[in-house]
């Protein structure tokens, strides 16, 4: 099937011939996006170019890092994991693709279906950081893993996927693995977002700027400490567990 291009005011999108429709609602998504941060944003990128995959093996054939990084992520969250980033493009599954991936979960659907939008926030919040848009390839992936949790967490808010993400975070807390404070790279999919849920709760979304704004040198301890000014982290840190048994219990 032949590749063609759909354009908006801000944004390129490559697709299938097949796929035009729903190109477009792509990008009359990634367009709301924009306009609903750009306040948060003064920088934004004038354009952005996104490329839609029919099935996971183009993916993969775009960034062979793909089936490490899922392997990598917590299966619960692995699913939700659909696209990558790159300085010239923003290569994601199609939305055909993405409706093939849902799980029978409630909300599985919902949250893959702003995929774009998350990918695209999180474009953003790199492009604001210099040591993480700046950096070659191999030190820039090795800081985004670092930063999984701020990266994936504030994305994953501001598109909204984490109103939908409770099956799957129930999903996950019935595991058994007791996640890592803050969230690594293997779970930062679903838990980080109802970390940054706290903080905006607590000190507002200019917080969530500001912890995504500067990623400066000193690590998660740091930001954190930063971001939750007044609040010990062991008290950040029980509130934020505390939160993911709600959600896992339904309540």
């Keep these: 099937m032949a590749w063609i291009e759909s354009q908006s005011p801000h944004f390129h999108c490559r697709h299938s011939s097949a796929y035009t429709a729903d190109a477009a609602r792509v990008l009359a998504l990634l367009e709301r996006t924009r306009a609903r941060l750009a306040p948060q944003f003064p920088g934004l990128a004038p354009e952005a170019t ?40 923003l290569h994601v599954l199609s939305p055909e ?34 040591g993480l848009w700046e950096s070659q390839a191999p030190r820039r992936v ?16 501001h598109s909204g996927e984490s109103s939908y993400a409770r099956g799957a975070i129930g999903q996950r807390m019935r595991d058994g693995r007791r996640p890592h404070f803050p969230p690594r790279m293997r779970d930062a ?52 567990r505390g939160e993911l048994r709600r959600l896992a219990e339904g309540r």
């Design 50 to 89: 996104f490329v839609l995959h029919d099935n996971v093996t183009s993916l993969v054939l775009s960034n062979p890092l793909m089936p490490l990084l899922w392997a990598a992520t917590a299966p619960q969250a692995r699913r939700y994991v659909t696209g990558w980033s790159g300085k010239r493009e």
């Design 97 to 130: 693709a993405l409706r093939a991936r849902a799980s029978g979960v409630t909300g599985s659907h919902e949250m893959l279906a702003l995929t774009p939008a998350s990918l695209y926030v999180r474009r953003l919040l790199i492009q604001s950081n210099p």
């Design 142 to 157: 090795a800081r985004e893993l670092q930063w999984a949790w701020v990266l994936d967490g504030i994305a994953r808010w």
């Design 189 to 240: 999919p679903l838990l980080a977002a109802p970390l940054i849920d706290l903080l905006a709760g607590l000190h507002g979304s200019a917080a969530v700027a500001e912890l995504g704004g500067r990623l400066r040198p000193g690590g998660a301890q740091a930001a954190l400490a930063r971001a939750f000014a007044g609040r010990s982290l062991a008290t950040v840190e029980s509130d934020w």
